[in-house]
């Protein structure tokens, strides 16, 4: 008995520790109490990675996915644990991968029958039913919108909460043969137009005050610089979406299409009067209603 005494006197005597409880946005679980250790959080405008993530499921098997480190800031900065991601230009599934990873459930919409077969097999049968629905179709398409809202029910959701486009970058790549095809387009207008329908899909399917984020580069044709990436900022704004930041990440060392060729293309652009691409832009969108902006 006295030294159960002398504990509880000794217990007493200790000052309490303050514990502060965490300090969330409504869209992420970064706590702003202790904001100064998230120091791998990218909060500049300008993104420099020296090389491809190729860990954790991610690979380089497929010419035109986007490096896994930007779904990694993306999801980290714009999600919480649980939250559902749609990516309506899934291609290789680096969207789904990463949402796996990070805790997030994914959504992901992929044209080619082909592809979607391919990519199912790095996910087993149980995630492929819990974290990461995988839909056959066209992104601009009324019947892909409803296949996703139906995905959404199941998984318990109304709307998703992040949104990730990752468009062909018009006809730069050729991805399939199909007329739904982005990079098939017969012009670089009919390409904006279609942008357009998925991106308008992707609003509707978005949760209020939740961001989309927009991969995109541009592209030179018939010796002049076609500002692809800006043209689609401004249909997204269109569509009543908000511009929140516009990043510049390097490629450099990142792509295959220009590494054995260097010199050619810095012959070309020499002869050209051009410079060589060595940047692609992330816009992030914010889904609000205009007249909550407020000027600083």
């Known amino acids: 008995m006295p030294t159960v005494k002398k504990n509880l006197k000794e217990k007493k005597s200790t000052p309490l520790e303050v514990v502060k409880a965490p300090k969330t ?7 702003l ?19 491809r993530d190729k860990s954790n499921g991610h690979s380089y098997d497929y010419h035109g996915n986007y490096i896994p480190q930007i779904a990694t800031q993306l999801l ?3 999600t ?18 990463e949402a796996k990873n990070m805790q997030r459930r994914c959504i992901g919409v992929e044209l080619k029958q082909e592809m979607v077969d391919y990519v199912s097999k790095k996910f087993t049968p149980k995630e492929l039913v819990v974290d990461v629905n995988i839909i056959q179709g066209d992104s601009a398409s009324s019947e892909a919108k409803e296949k996703v809202q139906s995905r959404l029910e199941i998984m318990g959701a109304k709307s998703a909460q992040l949104l990730i486009l990752h468009p062909p970058y018009d006809d730069i790549i050729k991805f399939s043969d199909k007329k739904e095809d982005l990079s098939n387009c017969a012009t670089t207008e009919e390409f904006y137009e279609l942008f357009k329908q998925v991106a308008r899909n992707g609003y509707d399917l978005l949760e209020q005050n939740r961001f989309a984020a927009l991969i995109i580069g541009d592209k030179y044709a018939n010796s002049r610089y076609i500002s692809l990436g800006f043209e689609c900022q401004r249909r997204m704004e269109e569509l009543g979406f908000v511009t929140k930041a516009v990043i510049v990440k390097n490629i450099t060392g990142n792509e295959k299409a220009k590494g054995k060729t ?35």
Do not use: C, M
Request: hydrophobic fraction near 35%; charge should be positive.
């Open 25 to 31: 946005k409504p869209y992420n679980d970064i706590d």
């Open 33 to 51: 109490n202790n904001w100064k250790l998230y120091e791998n959080i990218k909060t500049g405008t300008w993104w420099e990675f020296s090389s």
């Open 76 to 78: 980290e900065r714009y």
């Open 80 to 97: 919480k644990k649980n939250d559902i991601v749609l990516d309506l230009f899934f291609g290789s599934g680096t969207t789904g991968i």
């Open 262 to 296: 260097a010199n050619l293309w810095r012959y070309r652009a020499l002869s050209g009067g051009f410079n060589i691409f060595e940047h692609e832009y992330i816009f992030i969108f914010q889904k609000v209603k205009l007249k909550s902006i407020k000027s600083k």
